[in-house]
């Protein structure tokens, strides 16, 4: 009898283990790839304003010297330009980004994550780009 019970207790943790969530929906495979994208540059908003404020500094020097190299000058003041712009970018993105889905239907809430991975994709690129310009002029 306490066998017969023992059995049927494990057969029915088995049965609720087995049909119970089979993993992540494909909507919150997607989300957590945006979320991803959006992780690899986050870290470097800091460094984005440090190096803001490095290019302006070195246009500001080159402008204060007696012959000025006015060429220069305006390739540091357009790198201030991409990376102040980049960082506003991630600031704009993460603005407008939903966390909740409530009211959507799995086929919006897709569409939506799908333009959100777009977006954050060319935030991520933009910022990698003056940073790698930086990296280039800064040295």
């Not at 897709?110 to 280039?136: F, G, H, P, R, W």
Request: charged residues 30%; proline residues 2%.
């Amino acid at each position: 009898m306490k066998r017969t019970i023992l059995y049927l207790i494990l057969a029915s943790f088995t049965l609720l283990y087995a049909c119970g969530p089979s993993g992540p929906s494909e909507n919150e495979i997607l989300r957590a790839e945006v979320i991803a994208v959006h992780d690899e540059v986050m870290p470097k908003m800091g460094q984005l304003k440090s190096l803001e404020r490095k290019a302006l500094e070195k246009a500001k020097e080159l402008q204060s010297q007696e012959v000025v190299d006015s060429v220069a000058v305006e390739k540091y003041k357009a790198l201030a330009y991409d990376l102040n712009h980049a960082h506003e970018a991630m600031f704009e993105w993460m603005h407008q980004y939903e966390q909740l889905d409530e009211g959507k239907s799995e086929e919006e809430l897709e569409e939506y994550l799908d333009t959100q991975m777009i977006l954050v994709s060319e935030v991520n690129v933009e910022m990698k780009t003056a940073l790698t310009k930086a990296d280039d002029l800064l040295k």
